[in-house]
T-cell receptor, first 115, second 114 residues
């Protein structure tokens, strides 16, 4: 069964606008972590933001914030004031449990920023 | 601190040949992971080392793939013999230990089997 679902294969956004990338997850483990990674055209995987399942507040890192809705099992990434350099693939990922077990990825969303 | 390093960055081989990919994790990271992304599809987990031991190899596709991490430092992933469907980008990641939110990825090796 799909554990991480990203329903937006591609998105176009005007520069300086905010954008929300959707991610839903499925797990029965009460302890889990949620991640967002960015993959630009150069290919490297860049860590953006992390949310633990017991964290009370939504995670924020600069222009990135994670809209964590635990009851709905969603972990949407919000990018404020988008920039041309934000054009990339974005992957949502999850780790089940508190250990260092593997993380599993969604299918990704290709974000394109229009000037 | 040096990041996760992967060699080579690109490899083009013929079907039936052997290729060995290498990953150097961040120094001191006990956990090392291999992933691959085939044909622009999802990033799939291959296996997880804790030091030199295979903690989880549930994602290894078949016995043509062999991963090692002798001494608990760098790791190699050998594909022998390579098939066309093995083409893709192979990523390595490392993390320091339990209760971590720090998984650092390498830049990947793009493997093309022709």
């Amino acid at each position: 069964a799909q554990k991480i679902t990203q329903t937006q294969p591609g998105m176009f956004v005007q520069e300086k606008e905010a954008v929300t990338l959707d991610c839903t997850y499925d797990t029965s483990d009460p302890s889990y972590g949620l991640f967002w990674y960015k993959q630009p055209s150069s290919g490297e995987m860049i860590f953006l933001i992390y949310q633990g399942s017991y964290d009370q507040q939504n995670a924020t890192e600069g222009r990135y914030s994670l809209n964590f809705q635990k009851a709905r099992k969603s972990a949407n990434l919000v990018i404020s004031a988008s920039q041309l350099g934000d054009s990339a693939m974005y992957f949502c990922a999850m780790r089940e449990g508190w250990g260092a077990s593997k993380i599993i990825f969604g299918s990704g969303t290709r974000l394109s920023i229009r000037p | 601190e040096a990041g996760v390093t992967q060699f080579p960055s690109h490899s083009v081989i013929e079907k039936g040949q052997t290729v060995t990919l290498r990953c150097d994790p961040i120094s001191g990271h006990d956990n090392l992971y291999w992933y691959r992304r085939v044909m622009g599809k999802e990033i799939k987990f291959l296996l997880h080392f804790v030091k030199e031991s295979k903690q989880d190899e549930s994602g290894m596709p078949n016995n043509r793939f062999l991963a090692e991490r002798t001494g608990g430092t760098y790791s190699t992933l050998k594909v022998q013999p390579a098939e066309l469907e093995d083409s893709g980008v192979y990523f390595c990641a490392s993390s320091p230990g339990p209760r971590t939110n720090g998984y650092t990825f390498g830049s990947g090796t793009r493997l093309t089997v022709v």
